[in-house]
């Protein structure tokens, strides 16, 4: 049967090993989710002009604008979500006025 022990040598976890990788990690997931979410807002709200409107070409436009807004809001870290949620607050009054 296999010994259990716990592991106390120099290849245990220690968080003074790679904390700031782990931080740097978790930054980077954040900042991914927020942008990723405020694209997805950009395509349902594009699809809800498209069909609440009937408006598939402005529909197509947006959804290409969200994908743009996600990619500007990646490459330049101090826009980050923001450049999303513009776009999505057109289409949010595309959709109440359009």
Known sequence: MAD???ATDSAA???EMDGPSH???YRGFVT????ATGVVICW???LAVGGVREA???AIVGVVLGGVAGAIG?????IGWRAPAVVAALL???????
Not at 32 to 35: D, K, R, S
Not at 92 to 98: C, I, K, N, P, Q
Request: glycine share 4%; no cysteine; net charge negative.
């Open 56 to 58: 598939w070409i402005t």
């Open 74 to 78: 990646a490459l330049a870290p101090g």
């Open 4 to 6: 259990i022990t716990h």
């Open 32 to 35: 991914f989710v927020e942008i």
């Open 23 to 25: 931080e740097a990690t």
């Open 13 to 15: 976890y220690r968080p």
């Open 44 to 46: 349902v709200l594009s």
């Open 92 to 98: 949010a009054l595309m959709l109440a006025f359009y």
